[in-house]
């Protein structure tokens, strides 16, 4: 079976004057949140939707769930209690995903809030992935634009590594429940604190994790300016069929 | 003495449906490379402001000069024919210098003609760390905000480097021309093909290359979702002061 995770637990430290977290902001008249799960709703394979929520907030998302999203759909979602931090808040969706009848091999698609342009088809290549087994963990990423700089703490550039091996990681990011544990219970502490993506986990164990094709539109609401942005990618998004490919 | 060399060779491959190079595009009603040359002249450090234009274009770039730009402010600026790749423009700048009375002590800041939105704090960094010593080429850099994947060829994850030492390279970049001379000189013919970054010119070279602090908003305008995001920061522009730092 396969489940979503919309991962909502941050707290925005980077948009300066948020009163609530940033996936609570509207875009377009809509919180970011909801904008997220309609798109989750679209794709059918979902067994279940978890939205993990930073605590206290369960009451506010759940609202917006039920005000937004017809109720007919809203029966696939449930909202839930995250965790301290992104790995915490995966468990506690594992959690629920073994209470609601799934088990080890019961497959998880985690997905930041906060990315509300996530395509069908970055899904449905998450979940090919991994059910078809050529991998451990799917990451969806793109190709790096910009020329990536190593530098040393004095700010002095040590490397410049070639570019046509580097993506920008994104989400979805997907793997089996079972395995995420087994990842996850093998970290010492300072792992755990460290390594706060899935990818990460994964690797971190000498699992084999595979990238799929993420979209420039794909992006992650962090900074007021991102907050413009994601405004004009949805206004343009009647006339718009997709972002050239780099 | 210290010259700007505004690079503005490309031929925007990535501009689908493009019918010329994409730094004549317009933005806010006035071509990108004119929003360029305009940050440039706000410096009054420069002692002379070349352009190196892809060949075939120097009129239209002088034509777009002379229409948007007051005469007397103009004199300051040379449009040339640049070389057939970034290190040759860069190369063809110099030689300019040089005729022009600099020496091997000339500072050059070269910056990339599709990044409209540099602000005179990175330009005057640039030009203070040359001058300082301190360095032998400086270039503009953000600190990296998404994760990175470092992949092979067949799209698995081989590493994901800590992101605190990574940084988004930016222009300007900024060296003595009789440094850059010496470095380019000293490369084989496939490092020549290989390294179009003056920092990778230098670090190649066992240079030290320093990054200088530069700005979200100093975007390369590269695709067409990149003119939309340019034209979503200029109408920001009049109530927007700066984006918040990351």
């Known amino acids: 079976m396969i489940y ?5 637990g941050g707290v925005g430290s980077r948009m300066t004057g948020a009163t609530v977290p940033k996936q609570f902001f509207p875009i377009g008249g809509k919180p970011i ?5 309609e798109k989750f709703l679209m794709c059918d394979k979902f067994q279940k939707i978890y ?13 917006m769930i039920d005000e937004y999203i017809d109720k007919s759909l809203a029966a696939r979602i449930s909202v839930i209690e995250g ?10 969706v ?19 809030s906060v990315r509300p342009f996530v395509n069908l088809a970055a899904l449905e290549e998450n979940i090919r992935l991994i059910s078809g087994g050529c991998c451990d963990c799917a990451g969806t990423a793109v190709p790096s634009i910009d020329t990536v700089f190593e530098i040393d703490k004095g ?3 040590t490397s410049i590594p070639d570019r046509s091996r580097l993506c920008n990681a994104q989400t979805p990011q997907t793997f089996t429940v079972g395995e995420f544990l087994e990842c996850y219970g093998r970290l010492s502490p300072a792992d755990k604190a ?22 420039s539109d794909n992006i992650k609401i962090t900074t007021p300016f991102d907050m413009k942005l994601a405004e004009s990618i949805l206004n343009e998004s009647s006339n718009f069929h997709g972002f050239s490919d780099i």
């Open 94 to 112: 594992i959690e629920r995903i073994y209470e609601d009848g799934g088990d080890e091999k019961s497959i998880l698609v985690s997905h930041d």
């Open 33 to 37: 949140l909801v904008h997220t799960a």
């Open 194 to 215: 460290a390594l706060t993506d899935a990818c990460a986990v994964f690797l971190r164990c000498g699992k084999r994790v595979l990238t799929a094709k993420g979209s």
């Open 83 to 92: 965790g301290g931090d992104r790995s915490g808040s995966i468990l506690k």
């Open 155 to 157: 700010g002095f550039v």
């Open 51 to 63: 939205i993990a929520v930073v605590g206290g907030y369960l009451d506010l998302a759940q609202s």
């Open 4 to 8: 979503a995770g919309i991962l909502a």
